[in-house]
């Protein structure tokens, strides 16, 4: 069974920083691609960042420069350092896992082909 499961969100102020963790477990295949998702209230879910079981990443537009991916396979978790963070950065955040041609699909970010979803981890950013 495939866990994945996100911690390390919080409230943090404006240009503050916070880092998520996503541990996967159950997850047997060595190929992968993993990524960070969010969802505001009243928003569509977005993609935020890949990563690929070969370090391949990929961002979306409005994080780039500020959020960095990263993993840990000896950890079977992977990151999302997020810095300067502005108040439109305020999301749900989910950790998810797909096979890895989904790090090359040029739909990463609406989420489809991502089989296993974590629970969640509630960023805020306040003024």
């Known amino acids: 069974q495939v866990q994945l499961v996100e911690s390390g969100g919080g409230s943090v102020q404006a240009v503050g920083s916070l880092r998520l963790s996503c541990a996967r477990s159950g997850y047997t295949y060595s190929r992968y691609c993993m990524g960070w998702f969010r969802q505001a209230p009243g928003k569509e879910r977005e993609g935020v960042a890949i990563?690929?079981?070969?370090?391949?990443?990929a961002y979306a537009d409005s994080v780039k420069g500020r959020f960095t991916v990263s993993q840990d396979n000896a950890k079977s978790t992977i990151y999302l350092q997020m810095n300067s963070l502005k108040l439109e950065d305020t999301a749900m955040y989910y950790c998810a896992a797909g096979p890895s041609l989904r790090c090359y699909s040029g739909s990463w970010r609406s989420g489809a082909g991502f089989g296993y979803w974590g629970q969640g981890t509630q960023v805020t950013v306040s003024s």
């Open positions: 990563i690929s079981n070969n370090g391949g990443t």
